[in-house]
């Protein structure tokens, strides 16, 4: 009776499941009282009698391993005939994880059979066992909790106190707690990994995988050079606060690449094949991959683009059609036809006032129509009217002009000042559409991605831009600096690339205006990289647990901001504009134009001026 009531006091109140299966060798009649009392607990309950002769295994498939419950509590009698092969199926089909929580009660308790049982047995960081000593009279009983930090990685057989249990005939009540398990959950009390050795893999692109160690992990802890291998040092960095967070150390793997395909080859492969236990670079989230992958912590914004600043020809044309971009065809028209009338009525003015007046000069409609197109350009004229008349007419002409020009000045000063346009090439397609040249930083994230990417842009932009190009492939594939230098010296050249390695160049060799200049178009999505471990790792928690942690206390995101460079400032009050020949040139072409058409009429006048004195003399 006394231990009837322990168990449903152990997983009632200090378990709380409510799905239990009991592998047992109880008579009848104990079992029919105990499943009478796991009623009024509202427990839904199963039962394997180990005493019995029959196919074990077919019931354990059944009950034990294919369960769809998120957690089932298992009561094992350790005293029972066919313990040993439920052990041994625990041990082969890794039982001893968090979905199972165990509680085995051994009435001949021994430490020596206990570690014969226990020591070479599967247990992990996260799991969940209960050895229960009873008292004589079996009214008492003493908990024992046993887990393995990593087995594989090492780590031996722990066993911890926990506390003393003491049942009556009314209940059940904690007499003593024997250790200070109580005062805090499993995995906190099981967070330090004290003398484990748990194995990483790392990427690295910059130096050749057979590089000696040393210098590679020399390399990885250098702060200079921060576009080399920005995340793999972002990941090295990091995860040597989380060493010191674990109390452990770490044994590298170094690949070269990520994967070879979704789930395959690289970081990739060897976590899935369980030849590590954590990565040390974040990947991309992938449907295929959440499959046997868990994310555990955010580790980096990914972002690849291509840059380009415009073309100086598109410049220019677009420059000299915003000469004509503050008015509207049909308010150009109106201008001109007032000033035209204007310069008619001027021309009647001073008619009338020579016969009126009697005043010698008699300018042409011509020079009228030039002191009206004078007024217009805020120019003044040497000839006015004397009449009151006269003069309201060129006054008003005047002021409308002013009024005009200092709205068409303000417009097109501010326009030529302002921000420079950006290009109407918006999405790939148009730039594999566009006779724009195009080189991509070889890069094993950017190459792989491009050159084995099924959406229909980039597949268009790789067959164009790379395969049927008749460029040197050396001029395809340039390294960052090179390539951000083209995009600066030779508008209108796209440079692909990833934020992190390319952004410190263009700190770096670009003025202030033309990173505001700077055009961009996302090669795909900005996503983010997380950190991923195996759903079947025993670290899973912990890890998460302490990645969490080190977001939230800043450690995390320090090195993330020193490493990763994802975003340009463009400060627009702090720039200095300097109007170039493709903003000013239409103007000078416009002088040039105007100084021909002046030579054209001067010659034109002197051949009519010769004319006219061999018709006197004749």
């Not at 231990?3 to 409510?18: E, P, R, T």
């Amino acid at each position: 009776m006394f231990l009837h009531q322990f168990i449903l006091y152990y997983f009632v109140h200090i378990a709380k499941l409510k799905s239990i299966l009991f592998l047992h060798c109880w008579p009848a009649d104990s079992l029919l009282r105990f499943a009478h009392l796991a009623s009024r607990e509202l427990l839904y309950t199963q039962y394997l009698n180990l005493n019995r002769e029959y196919p074990l295994m077919e019931h354990l498939q059944d009950k034990l391993i294919e369960h769809n419950l998120v957690k089932l509590g298992i009561y094992m009698d350790i005293n029972c005939n066919q313990t040993a092969e439920v052990l041994f199926t625990a041990n082969g089909e890794r039982l001893f994880i968090e979905r199972y929580h165990w509680l085995i009660y051994d009435q001949d308790f021994s430490w020596r059979q206990l570690h014969q049982r226990f020591a070479e047995a599967q247990l992990y960081l996260g799991t969940e066992l209960t050895y229960v000593k009873p008292s004589a009279n079996l009214n008492s009983f003493i908990l024992y909790d046993l887990y393995n930090k990593g087995k594989h990685v090492g780590g031996k057989l722990n066993i911890t106190i926990d506390q003393q249990i003491d049942c009556n005939e009314q209940r059940c009540y904690v007499n003593r707690y024997l250790s200070d398990l109580h005062k805090r959950s499993r995995m906190q009390q099981r967070k330090f990994l004290t003398g484990l050795t748990l194995r990483i893999n790392a990427v690295l692109t910059s130096l050749p995988i057979d590089t000696p160690e040393t210098e590679i992990k020399n390399f990885l802890s250098r702060d200079d050079d921060i576009y080399k291998d920005s995340f793999a040092r972002l990941g090295y960095q990091a995860y040597e606060v989380l060493k010191e967070m674990l109390d452990c150390n770490f044994s590298y793997i170094f690949r070269d690449r990520w994967s070879d395909s979704e789930l395959s080859g690289g970081l990739i492969g060897d976590m899935r094949n369980e030849t590590v236990d954590l990565s040390a670079t974040g990947f991309l989230f992938s449907s295929g991959r959440t499959k046997y992958f868990k994310l555990v912590a955010w580790f980096s914004s990914f972002r690849s683009m291509c840059m380009f600043l415009n073309p100086r020809s598109a410049a220019g044309e677009l420059r000299l059609s915003e000469f004509l971009h503050p008015f509207s065809w049909t308010v150009w028209f109106v201008f001109a036809s007032m000033l035209l009338s204007a310069g008619v009525l001027l021309w009647f003015t001073f008619i009338l006032e020579r016969k009126l007046n009697n005043v010698n000069v008699r300018p042409s409609l011509l020079t009228s129509c030039l002191l009206s197109f004078g007024a217009a350009c805020i120019q003044g004229a040497w000839l006015l009217p004397r009449s009151t008349g006269g003069r309201m007419v060129f006054y008003a002409v005047m002021l409308t002009c002013f009024l005009l020009y200092n709205y068409y000045t303000s417009v097109v000063v501010s326009t030529l000042l302002g921000i420079a346009p950006k290009s109407n090439i918006r999405t790939i397609q148009q730039l594999a559409d566009s006779n724009l040249e195009v080189s991509i930083e070889p890069r094993i994230y950017t190459k792989v991605y491009v050159e084995t990417s099924s959406y229909p842009d980039v597949r268009s932009l790789y067959l164009n831009k790379v395969v049927n190009s008749q460029r040197d492939p050396k001029r395809i594939w340039l390294p960052s600096e090179e390539g951000v230098l083209m995009v600066r010296d030779k508008p209108g050249f796209v440079y692909i690339a990833e934020a992190a390695s390319s952004y410190v160049y263009v700190r770096k060799h670009y003025l202030p205006h033309q990173i505001c200049e700077l055009n961009e178009i996302l090669l795909r999505d900005e996503t983010n990289a997380y950190t991923m471990i195996l759903k079947t790792s025993s670290f899973v928690e912990l890890i998460k647990l302490s990645q969490l942690r080190m977001l939230e206390t800043g450690v995390h995101l320090k090195h993330f901001r020193y490493w990763v460079q994802n975003k340009l400032h463009c400060y627009h009050s702090n720039r200095n504009v300097v109007v170039g020949l493709d903003s000013a040139g239409p103007l000078f072409l416009l002088l040039i134009c105007g100084y021909i058409v002046c030579l054209l009429v001067f010659g034109l006048e002197i051949l009519w001026h010769r004319r006219q004195q061999r018709a006197v003399r004749h």
